[in-house]
DNA sequence: ATAAGTATATTTGTCATACAATAAAACCAA
DNA sequence: TTGGTTTTATTGTATGACAAATATACTTAT
């Protein structure tokens, strides 16, 4: 028989400095130190005060950077960003790379709960905005793609908080790389769903927009699982 | 007058070395090379192979560690993970820090989307952990926070995919933290709550998982922002 | 005096190298 | 085989030097 594989306590790997260094600098911000856009000292001004090496201290910044936590310059220092942007969510993202279930239900979770926000605080010039991707896609039978997607993101933009905008694009433009192929279909229902939505927007009803959204997303998703079984002969 | 400070085109920012391993990487798994859980080669290769310095490529490294991509391990070397993990929303979340409304509504749009998801397919054990959380928390008058939290914590995973998994944690964590002082009132309609949401997840039903959690979070918002003004008299 | 052009200096970006720390793998002995 | 020891591969940290970009200070010409 086997023995035992994993141990009683859990490995506690010990963090590495630089993780500590991103612990650090973050904590800045938690304790109101400094503010989204605030500067932060230089890298060698750092190094010392955490008594690190500057390539350490580069590597926490890089992570930093990554994570858009902050943004860089050449000369012009670094600053703690104001929101978070896109590219950590799309990098994240590629682990679900290729399956086309996670993005596809991943899109919906995230719409189903902006979009119930989003009913609660629209603008009026949101809500201009939408109608008008309404508009030009109801004169296109083909080529609408563009504003399908701007009618969506700019629902979820409404809806969003810091740690969600990034996330939104991310999300839009996975969906769009892993199905590039399977859209642009049923004009007609989709231009139905984008009406019903929009009205439950306009009387800020978040119930009515949620269900609204659910029935348009169940029927994005059906759609495109349908498409995707018929292409592959249902191998899972 | 002043001279105009925006160029014409936006001062596209060249990519770092480094950020253009990060690129090479997780291209790896986008055209699936490589998958979650397989082994990457070691610092000096792929710095041999990418034609880049260590330092550079450990920036690179240490960045896609940060966002939950990779995880490595001295002598053992480095592997793609399965999953993300907390940690880089949770810094993430740290530009949101003090913000009461942010932290609360970010909260509130990833449960309900969740939420609605979990109504789908959610186990017989998914469910009967739930209940475990109803009863241990009816018998508790104070101190029944962890079954709160358990209950909504189930819920939210349940529907998740692997990029909502590990924000799961992290923004519950957040909202701990932020609301410290805050929780532990109400008992009684939270129990109710938190029953009418079990007995939709049982049902399947996720348009009324979706209201009745809806409920309750607009019941949760509502008793933190009146209680958050009243003790700060309203300065914005 | 203002504007434009130039030089300077600061900050991030990259590289090469060396050694430390960890732990997997190989080896050896009972 | 088992258990302990040695070796070795891999990540972790440090130092130093130079390159590239650009904000700032300075100089010059109009």
Known sequence: MKKRKTPLVEAVKRKTLSEEVIDHIIQLLIDGTLKPGDKLPSEVELSEMLSVSRPVLREAMSSL???????RKTRGGTYFSKKIGSRPFSIMLAL???????IVESRMALELGLVTLAAENITAEELDTLSQTIEKMSVKQK???KYDREFHR???????RTIFEGMVDAILTAFDKTLSEIKEKEHETTLKHHRNIYQALKKRSPMEAFTHMYEHMNFVRHRILTAFHKNTGESE
């Open 65 to 71: 950077d990554s994570l858009g936590m902050i943004h």
């Open 143 to 145: 080529g609408y793609t």
């Open 154 to 160: 700019i629902i979820a933009l409404s809806g969003s």
């Open 96 to 102: 679900s790379a290729g399956d086309i279930v996670e």
